[in-house]
């Protein structure tokens, strides 16, 4: 734990933790001084007093998870190792719990114990260890660094916090992120389009501006739930579109339904092609009935700035 204080500070935000150290056992000789000095001294990082009370707490309340857990990070400072992982190793008895498992593979990888400090990375990984920057560069695993078991479970952890970047179908769009100039099928100008990606690859944001100076935006994504793609556009007049769709054929394809003002229904279609590295045609076209015959309300060359 290279930023302890850090690390505890979101650890007293995990429900667990708290809820266990507030509903104490009824019969409880603990009082509420005893405790409002014990977390003064963790958060003042005096672990020999911290440690002190902890113990007493833990012993008084032994099915407290969250006492046990702040005694295993008070041991962990003072570098009393063995302590320190029976503190936690009761705390994941009395309730599991993902960043327990993860101090407890830092004790053992402190101690050389590179098996059994893999084997609980595996396990806080698996039951929800969600911080990559503090798996990437806290110095208690400095001895698992270059095992190949560390390296599989970075990716695995990399997958669980950004699992976009790695799934294929979520990339399917990819073609259309950059900052375009887009022209008409004649070679006028038509208008700006930057596609950004966000959200760790799950999100893609158009900001779109015409020729003449309107302004539109959507958000576009792969949703799992239904495996299509969705786009939510959003016009300066107010006018928006749900569109649903897929990458088939070479191309993005987005289909929506309409109703209008007058209540007649019109469907869209939207077609985006990947002509080469640099350009990218979106075609429109609207159909007023039912599909029969379409007509072209757009086609648009992307060309990369």
Partial sequence: MNKILKTL???????????????AQTNSPITAEQRKQANEFMQAQNWEKAAELYEIISQAEPKSAGAAFRLGVAYHRLKKYEKAIAAYENAEKIQSNPQVAYNLACVYAIQNNQSKALVWLEKAISAGFTNLAEFQTDPDLNSLRQTNEYKLLEEKLEKAVSPCKYNPMARQFDFWVGDWDVKNQQ????????????????????????????????????????????????????????????????????EAVKIGKDGKKTLSRMIFTPVDKTHVRQLGEDSVDDGKTWTTTFDLVYILK
Avoid: P
């Fill in 187 to 254: 070679g006028q100008n038509a208008g700006k389009n930057t596609i950004q990606k966000l959200e760790n690859g799950c999100l893609l944001l158009e900001n779109w501006t015409s020729v003449n100076g309107n302004t539109g935006k959507s958000i576009n994504f792969f949703d799992t739930e239904i495996n299509k793609w969705r786009q939510i556009w959003v016009e300066s007049n107010g006018d928006s579109t749900l569109y649903v769709g897929e990458f088939k054929e070479g191309s993005m394809r987005y």
């Fill in 9 to 23: 500070s979101h650890l007293l935000g995990i429900v667990f933790l708290s809820a266990t150290l507030i509903f």
